[in-house]
Each structure stands twice: as structure tokens, then as C-alpha cells.
């Protein structure tokens, strides 16, 4: 066997629990197991720890698995009667069987031996307040994130004097301010309403120089240009009337160069109240823009501009805590999205997700982490964190036309065997963003960008679209990413099919169940066709959703079976080109 393949413990994402009765225990073995069991019991079955007493345990077999590029995942739901659970693994080549413990592999042999130890995996209790919870309002929700400046200019009397005028087409800079505000983005709530859209994600609001706000002066203050507190109000209220949630970006890794206690540092130096608000390592500073780099003072990135935030100062932490308390109470918004979150401190994480879930349960709390994020969200930190993992592996299978169905089907299981199901369930799943190129620039064609995009709304989680994906809007790297809103030519009809196709999809997310599910699997039906991407959303008895997408160059033979949810490209009900079938397939 391949003994280095397998591995588990017996916490995080390979044992937890789902709710207060259920327990996910996962382990994972080489393709060389051909079946798993667990044995499995109470750790007191059979006395009191020590006490000469023999434990054996009931046998039940693992018989969900998902397939990673070199290792299989199995998987059981487990409901402990007594909320506690000791348990070990056996394992099964077909040729030689072996035992699993915490201590590592026993044989059949070894385990006659009278008196040798078991060191059993142990689940201690399932203490109801150390379930990871998640809000379920999320899962059920399709995101927009907008980047105000660049979104609609509602109201021209707050535009600062260097405003450019609204540019439809081409190219942007950093240094450009067009006129967007919070009033633009009100104006066109109907227009996401009507084609979705039941979440909105800012960027950030608070007062800042810069076009992008992530340099901020002011946390307690609306920036001007935007409008003001009562505006951003308003903005809420009638989000709210017409059921669209609401996410604000925190920056609390970095401030600007005008925050105010940066200022009172760079007056004082050392004697500054606020000189450790910040990670200063040397004063005085460089003069010619080099302080970062010489390690005077921690940045973000190498930005001198953007000195970094001390979040292991306690009072620093209580300030940033109270201000996301104060949107959360004040402005009754519905989520917080931390930027540069794996920066700031897993105390700060901590102390913010106790203070605003005291306030509201149910708000959604969302960290910017590009890789592997498991230490924060293990339920009391943040309650997801953006998918880019899922994001680019999707991206990737129509970039690279080496790979084929059978890796696009490890790489997505990757990315929903690296968490817990509750925090699957509520992953903020995108394909770009203010941060990256956006995909209409990165794909050939409009049937690869509404074929990968209609992989981002069948998986579980809850997708966001950027503000102009209805339209496959272009755009290169940051800062080209962020063009501003064509809104005369989406009035005009320009896009008028393009934005049909995306509300389509949007829609189907929305009323179809199945697609929001957790539980997926690939079938093998199209071996033949190396790159035909088919996998099935199940989670009720009597019917699944199936998603097909041909990235192939020739047709695909489809047998005709079911209700056509969305095709694009399925021709006479029996060939799929290079397109797209979703359809409800009764058992």
C-alpha cells in the first residue's frame, strides 16, 4: 500500500463537525485503496479511559469519494449519540489489508497482539458553540462588485475639480477620477435588480485621495466625492427594498498617508501616542521614498505611502473594531470584506468576528486570501474568503488545451475538499475583479467566457460577477481593469444579447436549488472527448441537474433526456458544439 498517500486528522477539514449532530470525517488515500471503513464508536463504550477496558467499535464502510490528482478523498457523515467519538480507518487494496491509527498502520497481525495499544483518532465533544456556522443567506445570493468611481455618475454637484469627463471606451488610469458616486450606483438599482443581482460588493467608501479609496484618511467619514453619510444610507434603504444585500470593504491592513495618527507619527516621531499603531522599526524615516525597503517601516507592499497597521496594538484593534461595529449598527449593511486579510492579525480576525456577529448573527464576514485560507476560517474568524483558487483553476482549463476533463475534475475538488462543507456553502467564487485582468481580455472568444462563467454559477458557493461582465466588458491588468461603465451603449442596446445570457444564468442560479448544492460528482459519460467538461448537482432523491460544456473542437453526441434548463450551441437536440447544456434530469 501506499502508506505516504494516506493521511487524516482529526480536526479541520478532515474532521468537524456540520452541525450539532453531525460529524464529516474525510481522509485521504492513494488510488492503490480500493475501500475504506471507519470503526467508530463512543470513547466510553467500554469504561472509563485506563481502565483494562477492551474497545472494538462498529464497522461502517466510507462510500463517497472524490477524485484528486493523486490521492482519492473519502467521505462520512457521522452522528455521534453521545457527541463524542473515538474511531480508526481500515484500509483495503483488494490485496492486503491494513489498519489506520493517530500513531500510523497496524497490521492484521499486530492487531491480535494481546496488549498492544490502539491510539485511536478522537473527536472529544461537539460543543455547539465551536460549530463553524455560516450565514445561509449567502449561498443564495449572486454578487455585483462595483468600483464606485468607474460605475455611474449620479450626482455631478460633489465632483472634485480635476474630474475627467466620462470616458466609454479605452483605457484608464490610476491618476483619472471620472465622477462615479454612491448616487450613480442608487440610480442603477433597478437595472441590477432586473438582471439579478441580490448582493452588492463596494469597494471602499471612506474618505481617501486616490480614485481606488485603499489608501484611507478618514474611517469615520464617506469621502466626499462619493457623497455623504446619509447618501450611503439611502443607497442601503433601497438596496434593501428590493432585496439586495450590501458589502463594504474594510482596509485595516494599511492606511493612507493622511490618516491622521500617521500624520501625528511622521510630526513626532517616537513620541507620537500612535507610533505603535504602526510596525515601525527604525526613526527617522528615509527621505527619498526608500523607507520601506530599508525595513524602517512595514508597508503594504513596498508602497511608502501605505504605512502598515499594528493590529497586535490593542487599542489599535479596538478602534478598527469599533468602526465595522459602527457600519454594522449605523448603516445596516450586510457584510464586510477585509482587504489584505491574511496581513492583519488573527486577534484582530478573532475580536471582529465576536463584536459585529453580537450585533448581527448573520452578517457575512469575507477575507481577500489568494491561496489556502483554512486558519481563518475555522469558525471564528471570517466566514469565507474570495475563491481566487477556484477562479483561476477554472480559467486555467481554457488557457491551457493540455489539460483535460479529468484534471479540471481534480483541480475543482481541490478546491472543495480544502474547507469545510458550511464554509463551501458560503465561498465568494469569482473569475476577476478590480484586482486582475478581466476575463473578456483573457478569453478568445464569448462561448469560452460564457462557458467558464457558467462553471462559476453551477458551483457551490456564492458567485460575483464584476460590474460590466454583463456586457464583456475588456480590460488589461490593474489599472485597466477598472473602465469606466459604457452606459450609453448598454441603453442603446448594444449588449442587449450579452446581458441576456449572463441575466439568464443569473436567474437559473437563483430559482434552481441544485445548483447551489454542495454535493456534485463527474461522471465519466463522455470519455471519448477529452475535453467535454459533464458534472451532476444532486441533492434530492428523484432528480439532479447536469452541466455540459464542450471545449472540444468537434461536436459532442448528447443523448436528449431531461428539462432544458439553458443550451447555447445544442443543435437538433442531439449534438452540443462548443457551447453550453444545463438541463434537470428526473431519476
Given amino acids: 500500500m501506499e502508506f505516504n498517500a494516506v493521511y487524516h486528522q482529526a480536526s479541520d477539514n478532515y474532521c468537524y463537525p456540520l452541525n450539532e449532530d453531525e460529524l464529516i470525517i474525510n481522509i485521504k488515500t492513494g488510488y492503490d485503496v480500493k475501500s475504506v471503513s471507519i470503526i467508530l464508536g463512543d470513547p466510553f463504550a467500554a469504561g472509563i479511559l485506563g481502565g483494562g477496558e477492551h474497545w472494538d467499535g462498529k464497522k461502517e464502510p466510507i462510500i463517497y469519494k472524490k477524485r484528486l490528482k493523486n ?29 489506520y491509527f493517530e500513531d500510523g498502520f497496524v497490521s492484521s497481525e499486530q492487531m491480535h497482539l494481546e496488549g498492544r495499544s490502539r491510539q485511536c483518532f478522537v473527536f472529544p465533544w461537539m460543543n455547539p458553540c465551536d460549530v463553524p456556522r455560516t450565514p445561509a443567506w449567502v449561498n443564495d445570493t449572486v454578487w455585483y462588485q462595483i468600483f464606485p468611481d468607474r460605475f455611474c455618475n449620479g450626482d455631478p454637484s460633489n465632483d472634485p475639480e480635476n474630474v475627467v469627463l466620462w ?86 491592513n494599511h492606511s493612507g498617508y493622511y490618516f491622521a495618527p500617521w500624520q501625528d507619527v511622521l510630526a513626532k516621531g517616537p513620541e507620537s501616542e500612535y507610533y505603535d499603531w504602526f510596525m515601525i522599526n527604525e526613526w527617522p524615516f528615509d527621505k527619498n521614498g526608500q523607507a520601506a525597503k530599508k525595513k524602517q517601516y512595514y508597508t503594504f507592499a513596498f508602497y511608502d505611502s501605505m504605512p502598515k497597521i499594528n493590529t497586535n496594538n490593542p487599542k489599535v484593534r479596538k478602534y478598527f473594531v469599533d468602526i465595522c461595529a459602527n457600519w454594522v449598527e449605523n448603516y445596516g449593511i450586510d457584510g464586510i470584506r477585509l482587504d489584505v486579510a491574511n496581513e492583519v492579525s488573527h486577534r484582530f480576525c478573532k475580536e471582529l468576528h465576536a463584536r459585529v456577529k453580537e450585533i448581527n448573527p448573520d452578517i457575512y464576514i469575507l477575507g481577500e486570501i489568494w491561496h489556502n485560507a483554512l486558519p481563518w476560517l475555522r469558525g471564528d474568524e471570517f466566514d469565507a474568503v474570495m475563491n481566487y483558487p477556484l477562479g483561476q483553476s477554472i480559467k486555467d482549463f481554457w488557457i491551457d488545451k493540455s489539460l483535460t476533463n479529468e484534471d479540471f475534475e481534480y483541480t475543482i475538488n481541490r478546491c472543495y475538499t480544502s474547507y469545510m462543507q458550511q464554509t463551501n456553502d458560503v465561498l465568494f467564487n469569482l473569475l476577476d475583479s478590480h484586482d486582475t485582468k478581466r476575463l473578456r481580455s483573457d478569453v478568445k472568444n464569448l462561448d469560452e467566457y460564457f462557458a467558464q462563467i457558467a462553471v462559476l454559477f453551477a458551483m457551490p458557493g456564492s458567485p460575483c460577477i464584476y460590474y460590466g461582465t454583463e456586457i464583456a466588458m475588456e480590460g488589461s491588468y490593474d489599472p485597466d481593469c477598472r473602465r469606466c461603465m459604457p452606459w450609453s451603449d448598454i441603453e442603446a442596446g448594444k449588449y442587449a444579447e450579452r446581458s441576456r445570457i449572463i441575466s439568464t444564468l443569473i436567474h437559473l442560479r437563483r430559482q434552481e436549488p441544485l445548483l447551489k448544492s454542495r454535493n456534485f460528482h463527474f461522471p465519466n459519460d463522455y470519455a471519448a472527448y477529452r475535453r467535454v467538461i459533464q458534472f451532476q448537482k444532486v441533492d434530492f432523491p428523484d432528480c439532479y441537474v447536469e452541466v455540459l460544456i464542450n471545449c472540444c473542437e468537434e461536436d459532442v453526441e448528447v443523448v436528449p433526456q431531461g428539462e432544458i434548463l439553458l443550451e447555447r450551441h445544442y443543435i437538433d437536440s442531439t449534438l452540443l458544439s462548443n457551447g453550453i447544456l444545463i438541463r434537470r434530469i428526473r431519476k
Fill in 71 to 99: 490521492q482519492i478523498w473519502w467521505t462520512t457523515t457521522v452522528r455521534p449519540e453521545y457527541k463524542r467519538l473515538k474511531y480508526y480507518f481500515e484500509l483495503q487494496t483488494g490485496e492486503e489489508s491494513w489498519f
Fill in 167 to 252: 470616458r466609454e471606451h479605452g483605457s484608464v488610469t490610476n491618476e483619472e477620477c471620472f465622477g462615479g458616486d454612491l448616487a450613480g450606483i442608487t440610480d442603477k438599482l433597478d437595472y441590477l435588480q432586473n438582471l439579478g443581482i441580490n448582493g452588492l460588493y463596494l469597494t471602499p467608501i471612506n474618505e481617501a485621495p486616490s480614485n481606488h479609496k485603499y489608501d484611507t484618511t478618514d474611517y469615520t467619514k464617506i469621502d466626499p466625492r462619493f457623497g455623504d453619510e446619509e447618501t450611503f444610507k439611502h443607497l442601503v434603504k433601497e438596496a434593501h427594498k428590493r432585496g439586495i444585500r450590501v458589502m463594504l470593504d474594510g482596509v485595516f
